[in-house]
Structure formats: structure tokens, C-alpha cells
């Protein structure tokens, strides 16, 4: 009877006793590593999230500053009352300078905005540079390579550059090549063909 007795009190303080220390050390490895997966998902997410993000806001920079220039480029040349001013004064590899007379006054260097434009591209700093009436403005930052290249009517490459004051007459088109890279090193790249209209 003590022997019964004695069995069955050992089996219900083993059921009482709960989980062994064995048992609880191997649940505490489980659930950390199970943490250590889970925390290092979420925080590459977010790398990830983060990373397309800054990708994107350049990408957006470019594609406003590409904007900007096919903008002008086209505006080039616009000369209304006939007043024969040089289109593009400066035509080379890092630096374009275009005219224009958009409020008709017969005056490309008067107070009305953006009618005489440049653009120099400083290797050395990675940034486009806007001059407009003696003020230059960086517009963009973060470039490892910026070029114009420039066009006649037939499509031909006008490869002297800087471009004589003939071959400036002679401009139709403009390529504009920009490169850069994100915050994380990756390389973005834009290039557009511009058509210059007033010629």
C-alpha cells in the first residue's frame, strides 16, 4: 500500500513540477532565434524601403532638372521681333548657354526671367549649376557625369567641342546625359534628345 502510495505521489509531483530546466532552455533558443529571423526581416525591409526611397527622390531630382532644361533648350532661339541675338553663345561638353526673348521686348538681358540660361556641369563637386542674370544656383547635387552633346538638321554629331560660333549656328538638337548614384551607390542614369524649335 506504502508503495502505491509512494507511486503515486511521484507521479503527481512530476506533473506538478512543470517544465525542466532542460525544456526551458531549449523553448528560450527556439523563441530567439524565431526573434533574430523576425527582427532581421523587418530591419531589412526597412533598408530596403529606405534605400528605394532616397533611389526615388533622385531619380525625381533628375527627371525636375531634365524637365527644366528640355524646357529652355526648346525655348532657345525664341526671338519674336526679330532682334538676331546668338542662340547659344556656349556649347560644350559641361557648360550650354541658351537665349531666348520670350516677353517680346526686344531685350535678352533685361529683368524678365530665364532669358538668358546657363548650365555648367563642376565635376569636381558632382553638381549641375543654373545661372540666370548673373546668379548661379546649384540644382543638382550628387552627379558622377554630366554631358551635352549637340546635333545639326541631319542628325550628325557636332563633335568639336566646345562648339565653334559657326557649328553653334548649326545646333538642332541636344542630348543631355546625366549620371549619378543614391545614397547606397547605385547607379542612376538619364539621357534625353532635346529639339530645338526656334531655328
Avoid: H, W
Avoid at 84 to 90: I, Q
Avoid at 128 to 140: C, D, K, M
Amino acid at each position: 500500500m506504502d508503495m502505491a502510495r509512494g507511486t503515486t505521489g511521484d507521479g503527481a509531483d512530476a506533473r506538478r513540477a512543470g517544465m525542466t530546466l532542460v525544456e526551458l532552455m531549449v523553448s528560450l533558443v527556439i523563441f530567439g532565434i524565431i526573434t533574430a529571423v523576425v527582427f532581421g526581416f523587418l530591419a531589412e525591409s526597412r533598408r530596403s524601403y529606405t534605400s528605394m526611397r532616397q533611389k526615388a527622390q533622385y531619380q525625381q531630382g533628375l527627371r525636375a532638372v531634365m524637365s527644366l532644361v528640355t524646357r529652355e533648350v526648346r525655348s532657345a532661339g525664341c526671338d519674336p521681333r526679330g532682334v538676331n541675338f546668338e542662340t547659344f553663345p556656349v556649347a560644350s561638353a559641361s557648360q550650354l548657354r541658351c537665349r531666348m526673348d520670350l516677353n517680346a521686348d526686344t531685350d535678352i538681358v533685361d529683368t524678365a526671367p530665364d532669358e538668358d540660361v546657363t548650365y555648367a556641369y563642376d565635376a569636381g563637386r558632382g553638381e549641375l549649376s543654373r545661372t540666370v542674370g548673373g546668379a548661379a544656383t546649384v540644382i543638382l547635387r550628387g552627379l558622377t557625369n554630366l554631358s551635352f552633346r549637340y546635333y545639326d538638321n541631319t542628325g550628325t554629331l557636332l563633335a568639336a567641342l566646345p562648339l565653334s560660333a559657326t557649328d553653334r549656328v548649326r545646333i538642332r538638337a541636344v542630348d543631355l546625359v546625366m549620371q549619378g548614384e543614391t545614397a547606397k551607390d547605385e547607379p542612376v542614369s538619364y539621357t534625353t534628345r532635346i529639339a530645338v524649335r526656334n531655328e
